[in-house]
């Protein structure tokens, strides 16, 4: 959802100006005042609740915020993975992400459990208000839908990243009965994140939605992987393989005009955002917040129209770059994820950079290319969800939940190979196994730098090994980028430390830290 904010700031002032100049200061002083909402007052009207959910959409853009000096928010699913590293090592906290060293009051740890809590919170407002306006049913429903769906998105990042997580289901004060909760079970959350999404996937939502609002096939993509992950570490609910593979194969069978792009450049035209393989994105637009993926920009490097420019604090793993296959096309210089030459400036003569970066988020309308020039308007989105990573988890899914792949689960694994230019061999050649192993191999170059690999460490206890071409155990894996062994306590991330001290019914620290 993109809010024209100079369009709405131009209305408050106006609305302004002519109640100050058509009512006596007497009058005014003495007057109620109009803006002072609160719940009650708030939620009476459609227009209220369209304001409401769009305030959701907008606490999700937390995860492209800022986290210190060269440094975000998405930096803190990037940096433990070991598949990418930093050129400017400048933020101390950036820099214990990349070697494992973090801890309890590591701020990228604090701003996410906080915009966490906030999606859950305004969520929570929406699901507690809007069932009492009088509106349209359908328009009702939607929204509803929608917010279902934002509270199990946030609550599946809680659940995977801390364990056991206060589970806030209502609107809180300082007079509610849980305003220090406990911690819930594991199994609890993901009870509430599939209910949530049962119910919002009988919303009545659109099958997809140009405009970046939650759409069904959103839904059923959540829903897939929410599945696929109870049924790896630490759940073991092994039979939501095949419910993954259900949930995957709906999309797949009715995606209409979801697709897998032709070229790996349309995933970062800014023109495509919302369509083809976009299943779901944090909506991005420079009136209001632009694409907030700058720190993947090479060290002061002239690329864009900024020129010499650029913080380099997330860079790819020189082993994880050539550990892609020969002429896989998404290692290919300004084809697919990574480039190592560019226009000077952004639109003039071509120069070599001297080693790979991520091109993957690149947007070449706001940074200029041959000829042409930048916008400087970097109204790209940050896709969450894509075409490609519902065909992998259909993929592993079916292979999991049969005994070994079927014709349908190598087609999906087939179509992003070819894509990638790569040949797979025939089907019969594969036992569960080995296609096992080959899934996993694809979702590593296929999802790398998306925010996602991390949570397959997790659920897998096993990392891809850039070395062997193999796959080591969680435990005692050395991550290249920074020559340091993953532990037991890496499984989850510590409670930040300030939540345990406002909120001492949250118990003890995870263990380790």
């Not at 509610?176 to 993901?190: G, K, L």
């Not at 070994?404 to 036992?431: C, E, H, M, V, W």
């Not at 999802?447 to 891809?464: A, H, S």
Request: glycine fraction near 6%; hydrophobic fraction near 40%; charged fraction near 20%.
């Amino acid at each position: 959802m993109k809010i024209n904010i100079k369009q709405n700031i131009y209305k408050i002032l106006s609305c302004t100006a002519v109640l100050l100049l058509t009512v006596g200061c007497s009058d005014f002083l003495d007057e109620e005042d109009p803006s002072n909402l609160t719940p009650d007052s708030f939620y009476t009207t459609a227009k209220h609740a369209e304001s409401a959910i769009a305030a959701v959409y907008a606490d999700a853009r937390f995860v492209g915020n800022g986290a210190g000096i060269f440094s975000s928010n998405w930096q803190f699913l990037m940096a433990p993975t070991g598949i990418t590293t930093t050129e400017t090592a400048q933020n101390s906290d950036l820099n214990n992400l990349y070697s494992l060293s973090y801890d309890a009051n590591t701020l990228h740890v604090r701003n996410w459990w906080r915009g966490i809590y906030k999606v859950i919170a305004n969520a929570n407002l929406v699901l507690e208000n809007v069932p009492g306006i009088e509106m349209d049913e359908a328009a009702k429903a939607k929204v509803i839908g929608e917010a279902r769906f934002l509270r199990a998105w946030a609550y599946f990042y809680a659940v995977r990243l801390w364990g056991d997580v206060p589970l806030i289901t209502l609107p809180q004060s300082s007079t509610s009965e849980d305003f220090f909760p406990t911690r819930t079970a594991q199994s609890d959350v993901y009870a509430l994140i599939v209910s949530d999404l049962l119910e919002a996937e009988n919303a009545g939502l659109s099958w997809t939605d140009e405009s970046g609002r939650v759409s069904q096939a959103a839904v059923k993509t959540l829903l897939s992987k929410v599945y696929l992950t109870m049924a790896g570490q630490p759940l073991n609910e092994t039979a939501r393989y095949a419910e993954a593979a259900t949930k995957a194969k709906e999309v797949i069978d009715n995606a209409g005009t979801i697709r897998l792009f032709d070229t790996y450049g349309e995933l970062h035209d800014e023109n495509l955002n919302n369509t083809g393989e976009h299943i779901f994105s944090l909506q991005y637009n420079d009136l209001v917040a632009g694409n907030p993926m700058g720190n993947m920009f090479p060290n002061f490097q002239p690329v864009t129209y900024r020129g010499p420019s650029g913080t380099g604090s997330t860079i790819p793993d020189i082993d994880f770059y050539n550990s892609f296959e020969a002429g896989d096309l998404r290692a290919v210089d300004r084809e697919g994820s990574f480039y190592t030459s560019y226009y000077r400036n952004g639109n003039e003569e071509l120069f070599d950079l001297g080693k790979p970066y991520i091109f993957k988020h690149f947007n070449v309308t706001a940074n200029g290319t041959l000829g042409v020039a930048g916008t400087a308007k970097d109204n790209l989105n940050l896709s969450i969800f894509r075409y490609a990573e519902v065909l992998l988890i259909y993929a592993e899914a079916a292979n999991e939940a049969g005994s070994g792949p079927s014709q349908a689960a190598y087609d999906a694994l087939k179509a992003i190979r070819d894509r990638a230019q790569l040949a797979t061999a025939d089907l019969g050649t594969f036992n569960q196994q080995t296609f096992r192993e080959a899934v996993w191999k694809e979702r590593w170059h296929e999802l790398c730098f998306e925010m996602k690999i991390w949570f397959d460490m997790v659920r897998l206890r096993k990392v891809y090994n850039v070395t062997s071409d193999g796959f080591d155990d969680f435990v005692g894996h050395v991550n290249p980028s920074s020559d340091q062994a993953l532990q037991d306590k890496h499984l989850l991330f510590p409670i930040p430390e300030q939540e345990l001290i406002n909120s001492p019914n949250l118990g003890t620290q995870n263990p380790g830290y």
